[in-house]
């Protein structure tokens, strides 16, 4: 421990404040930011979801592809589907438990906005797991 002589030759016997004024005032944001955030001013009644007693058997299940032509025609693992079509089947695989993952492919020269399409409905039906499929580049 390294003591400072002053002018009268002794070792300084003061402690530095300015670390511990640095500390409290850290510690004073901090509680300030977290504090309005531990009370919630609605009590509500959160539902309980019990995942723990799923079928640990159960085969994983299989992802769904859906391609995107750049024409805009769209297919369900290799079969044409129309938009209504995969509307109605994309609802009933949101129901599902365990979903399935969602894997979009599009063409190379497909519109960004007919794939955005297709996405958005998926996240409108429900679907939490939407992907997209690509290619490694060849080195």
């Known amino acids: 421990m390294a003591f400072s002589t002053g002018d009268s ?11 511990l004024v640095d500390v409290m005032l850290v510690l004073l944001i901090i509680f300030m930011i977290t504090a309005p955030l531990m009370s919630h001013k609605v009590q509500v009644d959160l539902p309980e979801a019990n995942l723990d007693n799923r079928d640990k058997t159960a085969p994983p299940v299989p992802p769904i592809s859906i391609t995107v032509e750049d024409n805009g025609n ?4 290799d079969e044409p589907v129309t938009k209504d079509l995969l509307e109605s089947r994309l609802s009933i695989e949101a129901q599902k438990t365990p979903q399935p993952a969602i894997n979009v492919r599009g063409d190379k020269t497909t519109k960004y906005r007919i794939v955005n399409e297709v996405v958005q409905i998926a996240q409108a039906q429900g679907m939490r797991k939407v992907g997209f499929m690509a290619l490694k580049e060849p080195r």
């Open 74 to 77: 769209l297919y369900w693992n």
């Open 9 to 19: 030759g002794g070792p300084m016997a003061e402690i530095n404040v300015t670390p």
